[in-house]
């Protein structure tokens, strides 16, 4: 069960102003999270993530799961700006990024591309 501190502190972390939108299309107030990413992101979106298997992406509802105090820790620590800074780093001007209103398959094809292939991210330390 989750902590009502961390009940607190999740909530907290939707609201920051880096994780009110989607951190893979835009959507306004994601409600769910990439735990291991410790990124948020939308309903839409989470569905894609939940495919590419918790080795990649572990996916939890900020309302409906329970979370450990490690992963809210760990949710504090990275948040979406520091994630898309790191995972998106390297994408190509004129690049396609989605948005919310973008198709599952050009949504999934950018979300692969980030997270299982890893195209964009940063390189050295």
Wanted: net charge positive; hydrophobic share 30%.
């Amino acid at each position: 069960m989750t902590s009502p501190q961390d009940k607190k502190r999740l909530e907290a972390l939707v609201k920051r102003e880096d994780n009110r939108f989607c951190a893979d299309c835009g959507c306004r107030e994601p409600r769910w999270a990439s735990v291991n990413l410790g990124l948020f992101i939308c309903l839409g979106c989470s569905g894609i993530h939940r495919n590419l298997g918790v080795h990649i992406s572990f996916v939890r509802s900020v309302n409906l799961d329970t979370w450990k105090t490690e992963q809210v820790d760990k949710m504090e620590r990275i948040g979406n700006a520091r994630a898309k800074a790191y995972y998106e780093a390297n994408v190509p001007p004129g690049t396609p990024v989605p948005t919310e209103s973008s198709s599952v398959r050009e949504l999934d094809k950018w979300i692969r591309s980030k997270y299982e292939h890893k195209r964009y991210i940063a390189r050295g330390p």
